[in-house]
């Protein structure tokens, strides 16, 4: 059991050591956070782009055009840097995710092994409790008044 107990304070601290050498929680929900703020900037790109085709329709010349294509040029190099934080070089996201699925799954599999042997070590104590064996007086010893046996007459012959 001390050994189970070393396997899960030895990935609990795996487990903190990268979480503060990389500066990340939990990578995978970090992405997952990463990747709602992009699709929301798309819909945002999406929605500018729009309105951009139905202005240029009214009107060639409006002063809104100019405007309204920087924002969408701006909207693009976000999506393009936010994405790169999520997937792209070894500095994204995602390629913290194999590193970090590699510890939490020596924690998870230490923590399983340390509850197999606790509860293999209360099975034990259990049985032990079963096996003991209990004695209870129900009268008290008689001394014999005289001796049947050995009778050493009859045996001497």
């Known amino acids: ?6 396997q899960e304070r030895a990935a609990v601290l795996a487990l ?5 050498d990389k500066s990340l929680y939990d990578p995978i ?14 819909a945002e790109l999406l929605a500018t782009r729009k309105q951009l085709a139905d202005v240029r329709a009214m ?3 409006n002063p809104q055009i100019p405007v309204l294509e920087n924002r969408a040029r701006i909207l693009s190099g976000t999506i393009g840097s936010e994405m790169a934080k999520v997937a792209g070089d070894r500095s994204s996201l995602s390629s913290k995710v194999p590193q970090y699925e590699g510890i939490t799954l020596d924690r998870d599999f ?48």
């Open 1 to 6: 059991m001390d050994s189970a107990e070393q």
């Open 16 to 20: 903190s050591k990268y979480r503060n």
């Open 29 to 42: 929900k970090q992405s997952d956070l990463q990747i709602q703020e992009v699709g929301a900037l798309q």
């Open 59 to 61: 009107a060639r010349d």
């Open 110 to 157: 230490a923590a399983k092994y340390l509850q197999v042997a606790l509860d293999s070590l209360e099975q034990a104590r259990a049985n032990a409790m079963s096996q003991q064996l209990y004695i209870e007086r129900i009268a008290q010893p008689n001394q014999p008044d005289v001796a049947i046996e050995p009778k050493a007459l009859r045996n001497v012959a």
